[in-house]
C-alpha cells in the first residue's frame, strides 16, 4: 500500500495546478511506408510539476474504463481521450478510412498500429492547438508494440489497470447503450453474482438513462456477443501484455472493482489519492 501511495503521489504532483500547456505530440506527414513511431514527433518533456497528468487506463472490454476515466478526467481537468471513440470518430466521418476501419471493428480486431497512432497523434495536436495540457488515454496502448512507441515520444506517469470478474464482462459490454443525441453513455445490465468457495458476490445496478434518453438509445455494432467474446480473446492475448510492460516499470496500479459506480468511484479516488481532492482545490483557490 504504501508503494502504491508513493506512486500515486509521484505521478499526481501537480493535480491541483493549472498549469500551463505542455507541448504535446504531433501528427506528421510521413510516407505511409514509414514505420508507426515515426508518425509521432517527439515531443519536448516537460518535468511532471510543470504540466498536468499523464496517465493511461487498461482494462478489458466491459470493465468501465471509459467510464472512471471520463470521470477522473471531469474531475481534475484533463482531456479523456478514447482511441475506440476516435475510431468510431472517424467511421462516423465517413472519411477515406472508414470501410477499411467498419470491417476491422465489427470483427473485434485491432486497427493497425500505423491507423491508431495517426488518429491519436492527430487528436493530441488538436488538443496541443487549444491550450490541453495532460490527458488520460483510454485504449492505447493495446498491444507492446504501441506501448514501445509511446514510451519512446513521451512519458506516462501512472497506469490505472481496471479489473472486473470475467463473467460480468460480457454482460456489461452487452448491456452497453448510447444516446444517439446527447452522446451519453449507460448500461441496461443488471448484474449479480453470487459469491462462491470463498469468492466474494458482486452486485452491480444498471445506469439508466433520463427519460428524455429513453427512446434514443442505440448499441454499439461491435457489441454483440460474438465480437465481445473475440475483444476479450483478443484482449487477453495482445493486451494483457501491456500490463506487466508497465509492471516492470513500476507505474502499474491495480484496481480491483469492488462493484458499480457507487461502491467502485469513491475507493478509486482513495486509490489515487484524490479522496479529498475537492476541498484541497478550493482551498488552494
Ligand atoms: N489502441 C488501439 N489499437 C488498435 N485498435 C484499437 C485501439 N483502440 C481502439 N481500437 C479499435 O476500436 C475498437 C473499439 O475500441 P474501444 O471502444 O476501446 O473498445 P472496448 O470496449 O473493447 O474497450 C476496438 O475493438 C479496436 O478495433
Not at 125 to 147: M, V, Y
Not at 204 to 217: Q, Y
Not at 221 to 247: C, G, H, Q, W
Request: charge should be neutral; aromatic fraction near 6%; hydrophobic fraction near 35%.
Amino acid at each position: 500500500m504504501a508503494a502504491i501511495t508513493r506512486l500515486v503521489k509521484r505521478a499526481s504532483p501537480s493535480l491541483s495546478v493549472s498549469s500551463t500547456a505542455a507541448r504535446r505530440l504531433f501528427c506528421s506527414e510521413s510516407s505511409s511506408h514509414a514505420p508507426p513511431q515515426d508518425h509521432f514527433h517527439a515531443p519536448q518533456r516537460k518535468d511532471p510539476k510543470d504540466r498536468n497528468v499523464q496517465w493511461v487506463f487498461l482494462g478489458c472490454p466491459g470493465v468501465g474504463k471509459g467510464t472512471y476515466a471520463s470521470r477522473l478526467c471531469n474531475l481534475i481537468g484533463v482531456p479523456h481521450i478514447a482511441t475506440g471513440d476516435l475510431v468510431r470518430h472517424e467511421l462516423a466521418s465517413k472519411g477515406p478510412l472508414s470501410s477499411q476501419l467498419s470491417e476491422i471493428v465489427n470483427q473485434g480486431k485491432l486497427v493497425s498500429d500505423e491507423i491508431i497512432i495517426s488518429l491519436l497523434s492527430k487528436r493530441l495536436a488538436d488538443g496541443e492547438a487549444k491550450g490541453e495540457s495532460g490527458f488520460i488515454l483510454d485504449g492505447f496502448p493495446r498491444t507492446i508494440s504501441q506501448a514501445e512507441i509511446l514510451e519512446r515520444v513521451i512519458d506516462i506517469d501512472l497506469v490505472v489497470n481496471l479489473k472486473l470478474q470475467e463473467e460480468a464482462l460480457l454482460a456489461k459490454c452487452l448491456g452497453r447503450r448510447i444516446c444517439n443525441q446527447c452522446g451519453g453513455n449507460f448500461n441496461v445490465a443488471s448484474i449479480d453474482i453470487k459469491g462462491e468457495n470463498g469468492s466474494p458476490g458482486m452486485f452491480m445496478a444498471p445506469l439508466l438513462p433520463p427519460a428524455h434518453c429513453m427512446s434514443k438509445l442505440i448499441t454499439r455494432s461491435d457489441d454483440t456477443e460474438a465480437v465481445v467474446k473475440e475483444r476479450l480473446r483478443i484482449y487477453n492475448e495482445m493486451s494483457k501484455p501491456v500490463e506487466e510492460f508497465y509492471r516492470s516499470r513500476g507505474k502499474l496500479l491495480e484496481f480491483n472493482l469492488p462493484g458499480g459506480i457507487p461502491e467502485s468511484w469513491p475507493k478509486l479516488l482513495q486509490a489515487l489519492n484524490l479522496d479529498d481532492y475537492e476541498e484541497k482545490r478550493s482551498a488552494a483557490a
